[in-house]
């Protein structure tokens, strides 16, 4: 069976869209920025396409594909390479490595958000370049002049960008829409002390949890207004402004206020 032949149906349950161009897979390494002593998770490999560029700039590589096909194909393929291990297994199931990682991946569009939360909640990993829906990876790094609530929850440890744009011709079947890159990478230096990153969340959680979009509105909930509008003015911040419009800088300078 030719390498992308899989039935329409799998392809479509599996969320599967094959990269086929190699100058979108060289861009994708090269924004990864790999070195000989990384150890690289890839999840979704697919038919190998990004795996191959993978092990070429990487030490060591762990591949999670769920389909059983690409699975037993990707083993037999590198059945004798020392430097890379394929798991037939869904990688938001994986437990992160302990020692520290980066994840590179052509991810299945219907699984971004769980393999970015992945991403983010994962203690050991250094960071992470995702090709997803173009949309999606606006969305996330603020490419939009908005910001998501997971981009903003994470934001003291993790910086969220917006990296190379990918057209829909680079992949098989072509999918609806372009892709792009998204940059997560952990700060070597966090924004906030540790102490302080539960009660930032909960701040984060109050503001998006809030009714009418009024971030200020959404805050007075739980603090005095006289003291939210003084923590918006210091931030240069209208406190009638939706949430999702409140900067990364102006919700740690909210947040440092109270």
């Not at 479509?12 to 869209?17: F, G, T, Y």
């Not at 070195?35 to 396409?49: C, K, N, R």
């Not at 059983?68 to 083993?75: I, K, N, S, V």
């Not at 393929?77 to 291990?85: A, F, G, L, W």
Request: aromatic share 6%; glycine share 6%.
């Amino acid at each position: 069976m030719p390498r992308h032949s899989r039935p329409a149906r799998v392809r479509a349950r599996l969320s599967q869209n094959f990269l086929v161009d190699p100058a979108a897979v060289r861009a994708i390494v090269r924004a990864a920025e790999l070195t000989p002593a990384d150890l690289v998770l890839e999840p979704g490999p697919g038919a190998g396409a990004l795996t191959r560029a993978l092990l070429r700039a990487a030490g060591r590589v762990h591949a999670y594909e769920l389909d059983p096909h690409h699975a037993e194909q990707l083993r037999a393929r590198y059945r004798d390479h020392p430097r890379i291990t394929i798991e037939h297994s869904d990688f938001r199931a994986v437990q992160p490595p302990d020692e520290p990682f980066t994840v590179v991946a052509n991810i299945p569009f219907a699984a971004s958000t769980d393999i970015l939360r992945w991403c983010l909640t994962a203690p050991a990993l250094t960071s992470a370049t995702l090709l997803t829906q173009r949309e999606f990876a606006r969305k996330h790094s603020g490419d939009y002049g908005r910001w998501s609530r997971l981009a903003i929850t994470h934001w003291p440890q993790t910086a969220l960008a917006l990296g190379p744009r990918v057209g829909r011709n680079s992949f098989h079947p072509v999918p609806a829409v372009d892709a792009a890159v998204l940059l997560v990478r952990r700060r070597g230096q966090p924004l906030l002390p540790a102490a302080s990153l539960a009660s930032y969340r909960r701040l984060v959680h109050l503001g998006f949890a809030g009714t009418g979009g009024s971030f200020g509105a959404s805050l007075a909930r739980e603090h005095p207004r006289v003291k939210v509008r003084s923590a918006c003015g210091t931030a240069e911040l209208d406190p009638d402004t939706p949430v999702g419009l409140v900067t990364p800088a102006q919700w740690l300078t909210v947040f440092r206020a109270l």
